[in-house]
């Protein structure tokens, strides 16, 4: 039986921080941040993890992290992160 084709399934991609994204992720506590490196390198193989397609944001994309939320883009081949930050603050 074939497996239900998924936009991303069996597709590697590599991962890119903008500017904004870095400072995010460099001002979050140590904890949060190992675990949002740890999200972020699964949506690495094919987009896994709750993933969601926005309207209207600056981003195309938002992958959820408990109170957490991280903004990114597919750009062909490249998983481009935007911004990181608590769900409360980050769509503003």
Known sequence: ???PRHPGYERAYTIEY???AQKDLDDLP???RAQVLRKIEKLRD???GNVKRLHE???AFRLRMGD???LFDVEGDV???R???NRKDIYD
């Open 83 to 85: 911004k990181i930050g």
């Open 57 to 59: 944001s600056e981003a």
């Open 30 to 32: 140590a904890a949060v």
């Open 46 to 48: 094919r987009l896994a």
């Open 68 to 70: 957490y939320r991280i």
């Open 79 to 81: 998983i481009v992160i």
């Open 1 to 3: 039986m074939d497996r």
């Open 18 to 20: 903008g500017a904004s």
